[in-house]
């Protein structure tokens, strides 16, 4: 099950995911639209729960997976118990969710120092072409994820 927003980024992060499944074998129950916020994380775990009975949920990003966890927590679920949430980006909060939040790490200093070098670039040689460079995220767990119960 899977919480993200419909802009850009996220829609890369949502690609990632679905090739991520597709090369494990694995199709995604359900997924919804959320806008960042961890309000948007609670609505929408708290409409996916109503139809689908899942065991883990990706959100777009940390506050989103911050919603999700209270969201489960009002349903009677218990994290990572009953459901497993990993969430996006490693904001300074994520270790003090409570569980503490399994989630992937973005390097926001080097990924903006890399987007002001390729400003820079452009400006100097506007007839440059176009060029795309990945930053390699890292997966941080913590307590928000296990492996699923027998059902």
Known sequence: TTLFPIWYGAQS???GYHTALKSAGIRSLAEAEGDWTAQSGYSA???MFRQYDFTALVAGNDQMALGA??????????VPEDVSVIGFDDIP???FFLPALTT?????????KMGIEYLIHIINDPDSANGQQIITPELVIRQSTAQPAKR
């Open 69 to 78: 966890i209270r969201a489960l927590a009002d349903l009677g679920k218990r």
């Open 45 to 47: 775990t708290k409409t």
């Open 13 to 15: 992060r949502l690609n």
């Open 93 to 95: 909060e994520a270790e």
């Open 104 to 112: 992937i790490k973005q390097e926001f200093r080097l990924l903006g």
